[in-house]
T-cell receptor, first 115, second 116 residues
Framework: AQSVTQLGSHVSVSEGALVLLRCNYS??????LFWYVQYPNQGLQLLLK??????LVKGINGFEAEFKKSETSFHLTKPSAHMSDAAEYFC?????????????FGKGTMLLVSP | GAGVSQSPSNKVTEKGKDVELRCDPI?????LYWYRQSLGQGLEFLIY????????KSGLPSDRFSAERTGGSVSTLTIQRTQQEDSAVYLC??????????????FGPGTRLTVL
């Protein structure tokens, strides 16, 4: 089974500072990797995904992530944090069985942005 | 277009009662998933439907949990004899097909279940 580790349950940054949220995965097969964001009392929204091809993936709201196979990592970054980025972020890896996929999530990282 | 909807948004029940949680997926999505989000366990997969059949029920935590899907659309998650540890947010997601990891899963807003 696949697994995902997110380092840091909470990350605090100042507005305008770099955002770095860490994600490491364990997978026995080439992984498909995802970052989701959850705003308070809302469902999950896909930020970006890596399937195949270019290892630097760009998503919505200025976020991007780089797949590094040698480090089994898929860290999420944004050059300049905005107050509206405050939310919980989940890294996920595709899992499942023959002919279907489900998602295995990390524990989540709460991003706090201060003015 | 409409996204995934879930009802009720909040449910408070007493220990030992049965509850039903409903999910309406995006029209045309054949794959449907239930996940549970709790403080101690994070986000956990519960069950996957392809059409009306459930090829993967491996995440259901006990036989008190069951789910069905009718007409390839609406799904109901039933928890019998609820326990306090069942308190969580239950999330439903749907995708075009479960057969490809490329297919984005679209999530509903969830049902917050509180068992007193």
């Amino acid at each position: 089974a696949q697994s995902v580790t997110q380092l840091g349950s909470h990350v605090s940054v100042s507005e305008g500072a770099l955002v770095l949220l860490r994600c490491n995965y364990s997978s026995s097969v080439p992984p498909y990797l995802f970052w989701y964001v959850q705003y308070p009392n809302q469902g999950l929204q896909l930020l970006l995904k890596y399937t195949t091809g270019a290892t630097l993936v760009k998503g919505i709201n200025g976020f991007e992530a780089e797949f590094k196979k040698s480090e089994t990592s898929f860290h999420l970054t944004k050059p300049s944090a905005h107050m509206s980025d405050a939310a919980e972020y989940f890294c996920a890896v595709s899992d499942g069985g023959p002919g279907y996929s489900t998602l295995t999530f990390g524990k989540g990282t709460m991003l706090l942005v201060s003015p | 277009g409409a996204g995934v909807s879930q009802s009720p948004s909040n449910k408070v029940t007493e220990k030992g009662k049965d509850v039903e949680l409903r999910c309406d997926p995006i029209s045309g999505h054949t794959a449907l998933y239930w996940y549970r989000q709790s403080l101690g366990q994070g986000l956990e997969f519960l069950i996957y439907f392809q059409g009306n059949s459930a090829p993967d029920k491996s995440g259901l935590p006990s036989d008190r949990f069951s789910a069905e899907r009718t007409g390839g659309s609406v799904s109901t998650l039933t928890i019998q004899r609820t326990q306090q540890e069942d308190s969580a947010v239950y999330l439903c997601a749907s995708s075009l097909s479960g057969g490809s990891s490329y297919n984005e899963q679209f999530f509903g807003p969830g049902t917050r279940l509180t068992v007193l």
